[in-house]
């Protein structure tokens, strides 16, 4: 079935550096999204990707849907101490369009001050 | 703004018995997903509902069930628990199935479930 292959598994980086992860698939998809967990609480949607090539940016976040629409990366740029969390990769799966998303593994990111 | 609603925040049960997971959408939305995350995993889909009807089903064991109301909120049952449904489960939900379109969406603070 669908795999979604997020890496780095875990950062740990010092206040003020840049940070990248990327999502790869053996499949297309036709979205990207990237959510941001914190500890207890739900996934929260920081960037979603509609066209290949396309590159949005949030604020220090930027992220880019592949052209191969099999992957996807998130940057982060100058990281501050509320960055930390567990970032996900994520996009709708399956047949129907129901909107089911599939999750990558999660890149945990530490922040040191 | 008004976000998902979940209840209880925290559960905690003994094998066998009964859980039933509450999920408020945010108002206007008629799509409700369900989610469960295992201890250090990513969250993995259970299964959804538009406009009160069952739409998609994941992985959810056949012990749980789920409905969604007339005022479109969700309910999880959740029967003969086991030690290993002991996880954070999350609803999410959309507007006029926006998630189907890839939209994303937006998910609730979760209801972790311990199974002692």
């Known amino acids: 079935g669908q795999q979604l292959n997020q890496s780095p598994q875990s950062m740990f980086i010092q206040e003020g550096e840049d940070v990248s992860m990327n999502c790869t698939s053996s499949s297309i998809f036709n979205t990207w999204l990237w959510y941001k967990q914190d500890p207890g609480e739900g996934p929260v949607l920081l960037i979603a990707l509609y066209k290949a090539g396309e590159l949005t940016s949030n604020g220090r976040l930027t992220a880019q849907f592949g052209i191969t629409r099999k992957d996807s990366f998130l940057n982060i740029s100058a990281s501050i101490p509320s960055d930390v969390g567990i970032y996900f990769c994520?996009?709708?799966?399956?047949?129907?369009?129901?909107?089911?998303?599939?999750f990558g593994q999660g890149t945990t990111l530490q922040v040191k001050p | 703004a008004a976000g998902v609603i979940q209840s209880p925040r925290h559960l905690i049960k003994e094998k066998r018995e009964t859980a039933t997971l509450k999920c408020y959408p945010i108002?206007?939305?008629?799509?409700v997903y369900w989610y469960q995350q295992g201890p250090g995993q990513d969250p993995q889909f259970l299964i959804s509902f538009y406009e009160k009807m069952q739409s998609d089903k994941g992985s959810i064991p056949d012990r749980f069930s789920a409905q969604q109301f007339s005022d479109y909120h969700s309910e999880l049952n959740m029967s003969s628990l086991e030690l290993g449904d002991s996880a954070l489960y999350f609803c999410?939900?959309?507007?006029?199935?926006?998630?189907?379109?890839?939209?994303?969406?937006?998910f609730g603070s979760g209801t972790r479930l311990t199974v002692v």
């Open positions: 994520a996009g709708p799966y399956g047949s129907g369009n129901t909107g089911k998303l599939i």
């Open positions: 108002p206007r939305h008629d799509t």
């Open positions: 999410a939900s959309s507007l006029n199935g926006a998630g189907a379109r890839g939209y994303g969406y937006t």
